[in-house]
């Protein structure tokens, strides 16, 4: 994938939006949106445009687990640091993908190719807290969808868990004790093969092209759900492109 690039200040619809923000089953926490949304031709005198697009729930106060949850947005999801607050890092994370894009656009774009659609850029990103898991846990969930040129996009998801009191992100050591890490892959191999009638893990990879480009391994992209956790792969990180995201829960007593 291609490089992050932003558009124009003076495009820029950005703003933060009280109640806005999906909630979770936990009360007192203060939800609010930071959006962002931006579509300008991708030359002049263009009809093609290019979109981006950002939508995060934030909280309210300066509580540890906002604070923390602001420094995962500005630092982790939007890769763009040095900024004070969620909105004004989707500003500047704008400015720097609109000017790399205005570039590359300038140089490649034709108005009479046949491929100009391809030029048509696309970078989305949304944000949004789930239902916690208990009154410890705080989940979150990012999807960033972009299109770059090229024969296809790209769809990433990433889960972030805190917790609510101190507000610090879990990291899978939190969740997988010492010691228990090969049993927690060996219930993931065998839940995989389960899930899509593989005999073991040779035949899952001929089968669905799990495996193929990296073994499993304990992720920090998870979700805790009641008595389970999800781990998810995205695109070419244990597969190629047309395996899709592999995700695969297990029981949470198979890592006591």
Known sequence: MKKLLILPLAALACACVPGAGTQTEAPGLEWGTAELSIENPIAPDAKETYHIAVGLDTLAGDSGLALQLSAVLRDSVLQTSGHATVRETMIAFADSVE????????????????????????YEIKGSALESRGDSILSYVVTMDCYLGGAHGSHVVRYYNFYKES???????????????????????????????????????????????GGLYLTNNFLLKGDSIEFLFNQYEIAPYAAGLIDVTIPLPAIR
């Open 99 to 122: 000017a790399e894009w205005k570039t590359e656009l300038a140089e490649w774009y034709d108005p009479d190719s046949e491929y100009k659609d391809m030029y048509q850029y696309m």
């Open 167 to 213: 507000g610090k992100l879990l990291g899978i050591g939190d969740v997988v004790p010492i010691g228990k890490e090969a049993s927690v892959l060996k219930a993931m191999e065998q839940q995989l093969c389960k899930d899509w009638g593989a005999m073991n893990l040779t035949d899952l990879q001929e089968k669905t092209g799990i495996t193929m480009l």
